[in-house]
């Protein structure tokens, strides 16, 4: 039933409410707190879905409801047909999670005992775990550190046997709590891809919760945004992208003064002597054509290409949807 | 069923195993702390002795008998902590929240999450408590046979208290320290004769500080080879074991409520 | 006289900064009651059995007594040598030379006074529980003043051991153990559960003779039964101990100067 279900996780009004209590003996008291207020969505299997929002915005709540850890005040969810804390047990069979904070990999043991041992846990039988096992170690790059301690692993390694890890039991949901967290940019990028490459060819679902926005860029096809406990965004990410990430930050140091550069939809954030801050609107003047102008502006010395802090987005999402600050210059979106 | 504790104790052997790999890790410290365990217990060896050289025999129990209940209390106590050791720090894994990763596992929730740990001085104490009884009290196939049966039930008693004691946290906020006292005068309890106590006290060794199932049921047992005392020691382990995996699933609740303290994100 | 003011005030902020220790106070109140009940049950029952009024020159509230004297001296321990082993580790130690103090001295200074505090905290659980117990024995305030001239060279000495096991991180790779072995010797030989009159009669002397009773048996007994005569004896094993023993921390601590000299700490 878990593999043939075409919806994998279905929310409906899903509700939590906490009840805080502080003080002692008459000043006791008791307040309730929604953490995540009447919650719908649908997901089919093998989409991959982001899932953002500020801190306290009720997102490890809602992770916490679907995986069966936390029951829920009011609502409905099913994730792969099961009720998660009503069939908990039978649901962890069929998904996977890695939280960025916390390893199940054993920190002084080689990842290759925590694969032994995992294959227990799930009573999995011994020719399908060896043939996964092996696949995971080619597919991930394991081998070169499968019997090293896990405490001598660099963070990139580590990241990679972790998610291997949760794909062992061939799980049809794989939650991922900012996977890429403290990685550099090519271990993040690695990451990705992987977490990518198994969504796009075994159709294992995604839900991803990150602060970066490349994660969201290139792994998701869906962000969902939520604030204050309510979905205030659910689209798909190239029409995110289309409207807020639409734009870059192009920061340049010259040699020498450079001469001043009018292209449409760009916008001069910070101009001195040798610097120059651009923000470009990519869909007016592709960032080919303003780096060909850069250059032909001055010498340069060195340049960089940002995207907007994904915190501005959201904001700006969060403020009734305008365009980022940054962006909001010369042009505003219908 | 039988398959399915077959399963439960391979899942056991591969969490053992792990843990101690994990130990020898650092050979060093681990093997230092088991001969730390091995002379500390050894202390109460040497005091013992020195008391019955003194005072031949106590309310009818003689160097044997309670060398015997420490033996019985070091391996009980030492073999629960090799292998379950999570039992140890249970109070604070329930006040952190730490139980959300051991709940995403298709296992049992408790007897899973306490295998997750192993404590190195248990070592110590189960191999000085075995070591004991066979150097001193040297026991004939029938009596060593019988010993390593209660010495099972014992573990389990720990088990049982540590899991009852910990899970206090579900209710209380942050246990630990209450816990740990408790568990203190429980493992205290359990390494003197209980024919010391009388009244209201050695009711207590069968209830709140369950010690009697420890230090006095299963010496009693090996002294008059009884059955009958030995299945009193098993059953007033189950039983403790049972109102702790009660107080525990009944936490849970609370826990999987989530008005649990501190327990939002 | 200014270097003693110096070495007064370092001892009086390590008394403060050890208040803190107030919150451990709770958990020792239960440790304290539960081992304190156990051994008044113990001695009872021997008391009882044997049909004595004295044990060892000792009445059972005497008994008692000396058990919370000895438990005390023990809980209130600092753990000096740990420190000392890291200063050697981490170079703390050299940095330490360059200033106007002997380390030595500094160390022994704050230990006392950290001793103090730990000290008077731990007594006050100790003789609030003998109190409920057993109630007084005969205090008076001449007998006190004894006891009081027989805690600093204990204190002293227990220092100086501790300090020479720190000084060995020069040369080993651990010193967990020695000090473990250290603790452990000094608990059967000092006399911590077990009076030195209750030993066998072949060893009591040689019991006598060594640091250890001087420590922790003599001070106790000085408690429960103030005697003008052993106090003076005691003193007299303190201070040739006291001699010995800082003639072999002299020694080891130059030699471990020497090799910070050598290879620059």
């Known amino acids: 039933m878990a593999n043939s279900n075409p919806i994998a996780v279905q929310l409906e009004n899903l509700s939590k409410t906490f009840e805080l209590r502080s003080g002692w003996g008459r000043n006791r008291i008791r307040r309730a707190v929604i953490a995540v207020d009447g919650i719908s969505l649908t997901i089919p299997a093998g989409q991959s879905v982001a899932f953002i929002g500020p801190n306290g915005a009720g997102k490890s709540t809602t992770i916490k409801m679907l995986t069966g850890i936390l029951h829920p005040s009011a609502g409905q969810a099913q994730v792969l047909g099961y009720t998660p804390w009503r069939e908990r047990r039978e649901l962890v069979r069929y998904i996977g999670a890695v939280f ?105 679902t995604v839900f991803l919760t990150s602060h970066d926005a490349g994660d969201i860029e290139r792994v998701a096809r869906r962000v969902i945004v939520i604030n204050h406990g309510r979905v205030v965004l659910d689209d798909k990410v190239s029409a995110l992208r289309r ?51 850069v250059l032909r502006a001055g010498a340069v010395a060195d340049i960089a290409i940002e995207d907007p802090p994904l915190e501005e987005v959201i904001a700006h999402i969060y403020a009734g949807g305008s365009a980022p600050e940054v962006a909001a210059g010369d042009h505003k979106h219908a | 069923m039988l398959k399915q504790l077959t399963n439960y104790l391979g899942l056991v052997a591969a969490y053992t195993r792990l843990n101690l790999n994990a130990q020898l890790e650092y050979r060093g410290a681990f093997i230092s702390q088991v001969v730390a365990m091995f002379l500390n217990d050894g202390v109460w060896l040497v005091f013992w002795t020195l008391f019955f050289t003194r005072f031949p025999v106590l309310r009818g129990w003689t160097i044997n008998d309670v060398i015997t209940l420490w033996a019985m209390t070091a391996s009980g106590f030492g073999l629960a902590h090799a292998i379950y050791g999570n039992v140890l720090p249970l109070a ?131 002294r008059e080879l009884s059955p009958w005392y030995a299945l009193l020691a098993l059953a007033g382990a189950l039983g403790v074991t049972a109102m702790g995996v009660l107080v525990f699933y009944l936490g849970l609740r609370r826990y999987e409520s989530g008005n649990l303290m501190e327990m939002r994100g | ?66 058990l919370v004297m000895t438990e005390t001296l023990t809980l209130s321990a600092p753990r000096v040598a740990p420190e000392i082993d890291q200063d050697v580790r981490t170079g703390a130690l050299a940095v330490q030379l360059i200033r106007p103090l002997s380390y030595p001295l500094a160390r022994l200074w704050s230990t006392l006074g950290e001793r103090l505090v730990r000290f008077g905290l731990n007594l006050v659980v100790g003789a609030a529980i003998a109190l409920l117990l057993v109630g007084p024995i005969a205090f008076s305030a001449g007998g006190l003043l004894l006891f009081l001239l027989a805690l600093p060279c204990a204190f002293t000495l227990d220092f100086l051991g501790q300090f020479l096991i720190g000084m060995g991180a020069f040369w080993l ?86 090799r910070i000299h050598a290879n620059g700490g």
């Open chain 3, 173 to 258: 790779e651990d010193t967990s153990g020695l000090l473990l072995i250290y603790s452990r010797i000094t608990m059967i030989l000092g006399g911590m559960l077990i009076p030195l009159e209750l030993f066998p009669q072949a060893v009591q002397p040689w019991l006598r003779a060594l640091p250890f009773s001087s420590i922790i048996y003599g001070p106790a007994r000085m408690f429960v039964h103030p005697d003008a005569a052993f106090l003076r004896d005691l003193i007299v094993r303190q201070g040739l101990a006291i001699v010995v023993l800082s003639g072999a921390v002299a020694l080891v601590y130059r030699a471990g100067i020497r």
């Open chain 2, 92 to 222: 604070g894994l329930v006040a952190q929240g730490q139980l959300d990763v051991w709940m995403l596992y298709p296992r049992a929730l408790l007897p899973h999450i306490l295998l997750g740990r192993m404590s190195a001085s248990a070592w110590g104490d189960a191999l000085f408590g075995y070591a004991v009884y066979l150097v001193f009290v040297r026991p004939d196939l029938q009596h060593f046979g019988l010993f390593v049966v209660l010495t099972l039930s014992a573990a389990l008693l720990f088990v049982g208290f540590g899991v009852l004691t910990g899970s206090l946290s579900f209710f209380l906020g942050n246990a630990s320290s209450l816990a740990d006292q408790w568990r203190f005068a429980m493992v205290t309890f359990s390494t003197y004769p209980a024919v010391l106590f009388d009244g209201a006290i050695k009711l207590l060794l069968y209830t709140l500080v369950p010690a009697g199932f420890v230090s006095y049921l299963p010496v009693q047992a090996l």
């Open chain 3, 1 to 66: 006289m200014m270097a003693l003011r110096k070495y007064t005030w370092i001892g009086l902020t390590a008394a403060r900064s050890n208040l803190a220790y107030l919150s451990e106070v709770a958990a020792r109140t239960v440790f304290l009651a539960v081992i304190l009940y156990i051994f008044l049950r113990l001695w009872q029952v021997t008391y009882g059995d044997t049909g004595a009024t004295q044990l060892g020159g000792l009445t059972l509230p005497q008994m008692l007594w000396y």
């Open chain 1, 100 to 204: 960025g904070q916390r390893s199940q990999l054993w920190y002084h043991l080689p990842p290759r005992d925590t694969f032994e041992l995992l294959a227990r846990i799930y009573s999995l039988d011994r020719g399908s775990y060896v043939r996964r096992r092996d696949t995971l170690i080619e597919r991930f790059g394991l081998g070169e550190f499968l019997h090293t301690p896990v405490r001598k692993l660099s963070l990139g390694q580590r990241m990679r046997a972790e998610v291997a890890a949760s794909l062992l039991h061939a799980p049809r949901v794989l939650f991922l709590d900012e996977p890429t967290i403290g990685l550099d940019v090519i271990a993040r990028q690695e990451l990705r891809d992987l977490i990518l490459e198994w969504n796009r060819e075994e159709g294992v």
């Open chain 1, 243 to 293: 409207q807020y990430l639409g734009s870059k930050i192009l920061s340049v140091k010259f040699h020498a003064p450079p001469a001043p550069i009018v292209l449409p939809g760009v916008t001069t954030l910070k101009a001195s002597e040798y610097a120059l801050k651009l923000e470009v609107d990519t869909r007016a003047t592709p960032i080919e054509q303003v780096m060909a102008e």
